[in-house]
């Protein structure tokens, strides 16, 4: 029986797992803290997370029907992410399994992301019976990243972003047009009924040889936009299109690159996970664009896009299964942890 934290930026978040099934993952959310900021505070996030970790994990045991003494082992996000909201949940994670004499593994959130498709069903549980070397497009508020994923836990950085990360671009856009924050999750509704073609917008990178992403010329071109037309903003239609037109050159370049490099490698098969990938025109261009190409593709489920502690115990079990000695418990957090 595994407990996991994850308290990497803005979500607070506790698991349990055991033998590959998810038997509690509660999820706390301060969307609402930061709107008024228009951004993650750091400071505000690690506070948040002080506050609320012991409960979130209180409610995730009781979920379970688990007694903490029942407990096997412990993990936690050691990196990337926040320092000060990194450090809450590795340090808990630590003390926990100090008490408990039990063993304890840092993960890497990225790697865990690239879990996160393959829990599915409820109540959810782990399925890697599909599992075949593939392309795994992370794609959230904080990183952009496309990866070949070679085995369970072997993996290779193909590109990430040199910038902006996507969802990052959505909500500096959608505040560019008065949305509040975060912005995504606005402008896809909005998009539903805006013409993708009104207005064109840059697609970043899109054609160079590389799996790289840049997405802050985007955001910089639809400012000056703006800026020359500002009467768009008083046009509920034309902020449909806008938000709709910004979001395809988005998508498109996420789409184009994911499946470039699906196909360069010889690969038969693309997952997707992270925050955006709960955005509609994603999930439809991106499902289009794997059946042109015979590739199978594999969504996170929309509970499990965005950041949450399931996803962390899952890749946890598996690694301490491989290594029982887990992580120092004295182990410190990796705020700029590379994938390797
Ligand atoms: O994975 P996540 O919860 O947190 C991290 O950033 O790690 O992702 C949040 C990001 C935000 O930028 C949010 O605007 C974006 O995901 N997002 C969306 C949608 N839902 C969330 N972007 C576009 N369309 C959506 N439906
Ligand atoms: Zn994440």
């Given at each position: 029986m595994l407990l996991a934290f994850e308290t990497s930026c803005d979500e607070t978040s506790a698991a349990l797992i055991h033998a590959g099934r998810v038997l509690g993952n509660v999820v706390s959310s301060q969307v609402k803290l930061h709107a008024e900021y228009g951004g993650v505070v750091p400071e505000l996030a690690a506070r948040e997370h002080l506050r609320n970790l012991m409960p979130v994990c209180r409610k995730a045991l009781s979920q379970a029907g688990v007694k903490a003494e029942r407990l096997d082992a412990v993990a936690a996000t050691q990196g990337p992410g926040l320092p000060s909201a990194l450090m809450v949940g590795l340090k808990a994670g630590q003390a926990v399994a100090f008490a408990l004499r039990r063993p304890f593994i840092g993960i890497h959130h990225h790697e865990a992301h690239l879990y996160s498709p393959w829990i599915t069903g409820s109540p959810p549980a782990a399925d890697?019976?599909?599992?075949?070397p593939h392309v795994a497009l992370i794609a959230s508020g904080g990183h952009t990243l496309l990866v070949h994923v070679k085995g369970e836990t072997r993996h290779h950085l193909l590109g990430s972003t040199l910038d902006d990360a996507a969802g990052e671009c959505f909500d500096k856009v959608g505040k560019l047009m008065g949305l509040p924050y975060p912005a995504g999750p606005e402008m896809d509704r909005l998009a539903q009924s805006g013409n993708p073609a009104a207005y064109r917008f840059p697609r970043p990178m899109l054609d160079e040889p590389n799996d790289d992403f840049s997405f802050s010329g985007l955001k910089t071109s639809v400012r000056y936009f703006l800026r020359d037309h500002p009467v768009l903003l008083k046009d509920a239609r034309a902020v449909r299109d806008l938000c709709a037109s910004v979001q395809r050159a988005i998508v498109e370049v996420l789409v184009a690159k994911a499946v470039r490099a699906a196909r360069r490698l010889g690969l038969a098969c693309v997952t997707a996970s992270g925050g955006v990938t709960c955005n509609h025109e994603l999930r439809t261009q991106l499902a289009a664009a794997c059946q042109q190409e015979h590739l199978a593709l594999r969504f996170a489920e929309k509970g499990l896009c965005t950041d949450n502690a399931a996803m962390i115990g899952i890749l946890a079990e598996r690694k301490l299964a491989a290594n029982p000695g887990g992580t120092s418990l004295d182990a410190d957090i990796l705020p700029s942890w590379e994938l390797q």
């Open positions: 890697f019976s599909g599992f075949c």
